[in-house]
């Protein structure tokens, strides 16, 4: 499979995807290569609406991180803040 982020928006922790209830469904992408040269496999991918204070609902499609890392819960893209004029 592909390492690129297809579609998605970001990345979100297994642990945190359970917590809220949501199951990951299949994605094209089935692993991810960090910085630190190592890579994990994916558990799949959600897609529901964030939050961000009162103000602004979106929804994101998220890959799923099945360790992800440690204190993180979700990772925004660059395309994602690039598209929200955040960076």
Known sequence: ??????????????????KLG?????STTTHVHFASGTAEALAGQVTFTLKFGKALR?????????RGLTGVDIILGADWLTRRNCI
Request: glycine letters at 6%; one cysteine or more; hydrophobic letters at 50%.
């Open 22 to 26: 949501i199951k990951p469904t299949a």
């Open 1 to 18: 499979g592909a390492c690129t982020m297809d579609a998605a928006d970001g990345y979100v922790n297994l642990a945190f995807v359970r």
């Open 58 to 66: 979106e929804k994101v499609t998220l890959l799923v991180l099945n």
